[in-house]
């Protein structure tokens, strides 16, 4: 497959964070009986590819390493700490992901797991094929944008919908290249 993927959740008004840095709004959302496609994403994942303030986010909450899934942080900071079978880059996008797909089983994808800014680098560049999103019923009224700015518009084309009862809505699109 060696399909890039990418996606996160997103408030109605397109914030991933809220100003104050505050995610308790995207928990508070989620339903324990509600099944948002976490465990066929880490079924069809070979590498993740994350930017470090993401990195720090999910290690904060436990997370971080020790997957069998290789991670990769795009970061300029190349000492910061890493769990096992992480790995820092710094560099040209185009080349790690060349690298991802030649170490990847081949009927495995790339999931670039936030934040914002590198999901509009891998969008600026032409390297992501679908876009997937959770939009959580809540206006936050401003923070960090899910899509920076982009020197020229995408088209895409929706593959998924998909609502729940919690309110929350699940797109999915392909990027028209």
């Not at 720090?56 to 190349?78: C, F, K, N």
């Amino acid at each position: 497959m060696g399909t890039v993927f990418g996606g996160m959740a997103m408030s109605l008004d397109g914030y991933i964070r809220s100003g104050n840095g505050d995610l308790s709004w995207l928990n508070d959302a989620m339903a324990k009986d509600e099944d948002y496609g976490f465990e066929a994403t880490e079924r069809r994942t070979g590498a993740y590819v994350m930017g470090a303030h993401t990195y720090r986010e999910v290690a904060r909450m436990g997370g971080g390493g020790g997957s069998a899934i290789p991670t990769y942080v795009v970061t300029h900071d190349l000492t910061m700490a890493t769990g096992q079978n992480t790995q820092l880059f710094s560099g040209d996008l185009t080349e790690l992901v060349a690298r991802i797909k030649s170490s990847i089983p081949g009927d495995k994808d790339i999931c670039v797991f936030g934040g914002g800014q590198l999901l509009t680098q891998f969008i600026e560049l032409g390297l992501l094929d679908e876009l997937g999103l959770a939009v959580v019923p809540v206006i936050l009224g401003g923070g960090v944008p899910f899509i920076g700015r982009i020197s020229q518009w995408r088209k895409l084309e929706l593959r998924e919908c998909r609502s729940y009862p919690s309110g929350i809505a699940l797109l999915n699109y392909g990027l028209r290249q």
